[in-house]
């Protein structure tokens, strides 16, 4: 289970990370989903004590809110930005506190939904939509690089994903952080290419059906 979630995992990763903007609409539920689903596993991990992915209401609640997270990106194509957003400042944020030391699950808990709010406030109120796709995307699948190869490679197992990815990452080798800037910054690079011949609409309330027809 550990292998196959990685592989997808690995996939879904590079192809966020470095065609982000030009796959960004078609990429909006699969992305609303894989966000809500990993929330939803985390929220019964929190709350009940219940292992990732190891209890039947743990798949049941990660889907419901993968579901949800898919549609609700889908209708409103701005809020994918958000999504994307939330979770590079979580990352980043439980990245830097575990860097400091902080192991406590509720702590990084904390951290993370403090670092999420906070970028996703900005995605909102900062009308540079092209550029946080761009940052945001290569920064999220990045991530998801090094979390597909550290469960391919088994150096980490899906019940310390509850703690948080970037704080398992840490917490293997100083490596996987530069693993993880390589994979961000060779991402946004290439998609910064893009830019000539991919925008992206300025109405940023519309179902992504209509940007798409554009």
């Known amino acids: 289970m550990d292998i196959l979630i990685g592989i997808l995992t690995l996939l ?7 065609m982000g903007l030009r796959l960004w609409f078609w990429m909006l539920p699969i992305l609303g989903f894989m966000v809500g689903f990993s929330l939803g596993t ?3 991990y929190q709350l009940a004590g219940d292992g990732i992915l190891e209890t039947v209401l ?9 579901v949800a997270f898919a ?6 194509w701005y809020l994918g930005v958000i999504i994307a957003a939330g979770t590079a400042g979580a990352a980043l944020a439980t990245a830097l506190a575990a860097s400091f030391g902080a ?4 702590l990084l808990l904390i951290i993370a939904i403090t670092g999420a709010a906070v970028f996703s406030i900005a995605a909102l109120l900062l009308r540079l939509p092209i550029y946080l796709v761009i940052v945001n995307t290569a920064i999220a699948g990045g991530l998801a690089v090094v979390t597909g190869l550290l469960l391919i490679f088994d150096r ?7 703690s ?3 704080f398992a990452i840490i917490d293997n080798s100083p490596g996987w952080w530069l693993l993880w800037a390589i994979v961000a910054g060779v991402g946004i690079y290439l998609q910064l290419r893009e830019t000539a011949v991919v925008g992206l609409p300025d109405d940023r309330f519309v179902p992504a059906s209509h940007a798409i027809r554009r």
Do not use: H, K, M, Q
Not at 156 to 162: E, I, P
């Open 58 to 66: 743990s798949w049941i609640v990660g889907f419901i809110a993968g």
């Open 156 to 162: 980490l197992d899906l019940r310390f994903l509850g």
């Open 103 to 106: 192991e406590a699950n509720w």
């Open 12 to 18: 879904l990763g590079l192809a966020v990370a470095t």
């Open 42 to 44: 985390i929220l019964v």
């Open 71 to 76: 549609l609700a990106s889908w209708l409103w």
């Open 164 to 166: 948080g990815y970037a």
